[in-house]
């Protein structure tokens, strides 16, 4: 089973992802958790979306569809995948499609504007295993890691990551 995971930052696709995986074992593949990894990493392609990321916005496209499609050759991609984040403009849906990926199924999930600037405002994320939950947790719940806020996660850069996902330009 390959799906296609839509919706807006913050909308919950992360956790829908979550049970995904449980359900029918497939991969998880999120983009946004590649580029975190690779930034921690300070990789070459880390290096160059740290920026990006931290002013919330896209990072481009030629570095993230390198990294989803070596993503996808991996061995345990073979038995279905879970695309996070992933395609996120026109190019990439089209670099997708050309890169002779077959899709099952395409999930959208829809939350309005405001409840999603609510959630992400008040989500802490672990340092060491990128769990996600709300402010109350001081400790990561699956590893015991330290809980952070994600720089992308404070309400001004949230509107920027929208608008940037909306294809309009920051402000
Ligand atoms: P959220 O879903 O909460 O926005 P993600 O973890 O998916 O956060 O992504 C975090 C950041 O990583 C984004 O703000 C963006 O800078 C970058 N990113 C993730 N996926 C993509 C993508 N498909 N194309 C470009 N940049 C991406
Ligand atoms: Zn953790």
């Known amino acids: 089973m390959n799906i296609v995971l839509l919706g807006a930052p913050g ?21 946004g958790d590649l580029l975190r ?6 990789s070459e392609l880390g290096v160059q979306a740290k ?11 030629r570095l993230v569809i390198g990294l989803v499609k070596e993503r996808l050759g991996q061995d345990d991609a073979r038995r279905g995948f879970i695309l996070d984040g992933f395609p996120r403009n026109t190019d990439q ?12 199924v395409a999930l959208l999930v829809d939350v309005a504007p ?3 600037v609510d959630r992400l405002s008040s989500r ?11 402010a109350a947790a001081d400790a990561c719940p699956r ?3 330290e809980m952070y806020q994600r720089d992308d996660d404070r309400p001004e850069t949230i509107r920027r990551r929208r608008d940037a996902d909306a294809g309009r330009p920051a402000p």
């Open 11 to 31: 909308a919950g696709k992360g956790t829908q992802a979550q049970r995904l995986v449980a359900d029918y074992g497939v991969a998880h593949i999120s983009t």
């Open 37 to 42: 990894a690779a930034v921690k990493a300070r």
């Open 51 to 61: 920026g990006y990321m931290d002013a919330g916005q896209l990072v481009p496209d």
């Open 93 to 104: 849906a089209v670099a997708l499609d050309a890169a002779g990926v077959a899709l099952d």
């Open 114 to 116: 405001q409840v999603i």
């Open 124 to 134: 802490r994320t672990c340092r060491d295993c990128g769990y996600t939950a709300g």
């Open 143 to 145: 590893c015991g890691g």
